[in-house]
T-cell receptor, first 115, second 114 residues
Framework: EAGVAQSPRYKIIEKRQSVAFWCNPI?????LYWYQQILGQGPKLLIQ????????DSQLPKDRFSAERLKGVDSTLKIQPAKLEDSAVYLC?????????????FGEGSRLTVL | GENVEQHPSTLSVQEGDSAVIKCTYS??????FPWYKQELGKGPQLIID?????GEKKDQRIAVTLNKTAKHFSLHITETQPEDSAVYFC?????????????FGAGTRLFVKA
């Protein structure tokens, strides 16, 4: 079974530029998550989708971050304009059970460096 | 709101010794308690989990114990090996209005010295 796919693996941009990350979850998983992991910290939930609807985006900085999950499968996370503090690994995860009593499957992450 | 505290933040043990990591949560409605392992350059991966109807679960060299009264659960690794060196996260899926969101602890960096 294929795992969660993310791209790009690495991205370096200058502040005020924009960047987009892509995620393809495990086939059949209805729930998709984007986490931000700053170096030395635990993953912080940015947004959670159930199919193509947003379940939680309370921690998403909506003035600069946006995410969509068209057709309830792939998802894109965009940052525009980027700030220095956005330097982090962006992890995508999926689950079959809305996270309730179930395992989250993570991709390898997209590492963003903002200069 | 939801809160997950994990300690120690760093743990160094000799190969063959045991390691214990403790996690404290605040959401009384929580009934599922997972532990994830993250190796360098990879995403976290579930290694063991426990549900609230049991107090302990074992899988070879790893075990998780749960104390719902005190709201904490612990990861136990016995006979540690160098490949156990990684960052370990506890998580609390919790019960939040409108859905369930998995909150992670800050992580414990485990070093196993050969």
């Amino acid at each position: 079974e294929a795992g969660v796919a993310q791209s790009p693996r690495y991205k370096i941009i200058e502040k005020r530029q924009s960047v987009a990350f892509w995620c393809n979850p495990i086939s059949g998983h209805a729930t998709l998550y984007w986490y931000q992991q700053i170096l030395g910290q635990g993953p912080k939930l940015l947004i959670q989708f159930q199919n193509n609807g947003v379940v939680d985006d309370s921690q998403l900085p909506k003035d600069r971050f946006s995410a969509e999950r068209l057709k309830g499968v792939d998802s894109t996370l965009k940052i525009q304009p980027a700030k220095l503090e956005d330097s982090a690994v962006y992890l995508c995860a999926s689950s079959s059970s809305r996270g309730l009593n179930g395992e989250l499957f993570f991709g390898e992450g997209s590492r963003l460096t903002v200069l | 709101g939801e809160n997950v505290e994990q300690h120690p933040s760093t743990l160094s043990v000799q190969e063959g010794d045991s390691a214990v990591i403790k996690c404290t949560y605040s959401d009384s409605a929580s009934n599922y308690f997972p532990w994830y392992k993250q190796e360098l350059g990879k995403g976290p991966q579930l290694i063991i989990d426990i549900r609230s109807n049991v107090g302990e679960k074992k899988d070879q060299r790893i075990a998780v114990t749960l104390n719902k009264t005190a709201k904490h659960f612990s990861l136990h690794i016995t006979e540690t090996q160098p490949e156990d060196s990684a960052v370990y996260f506890c998580a609390d899926p919790g019960a939040a209005t409108g859905g369930f969101k998995t909150i992670f602890g800050a992580g414990t960096r485990l070093f196993v010295k050969a």
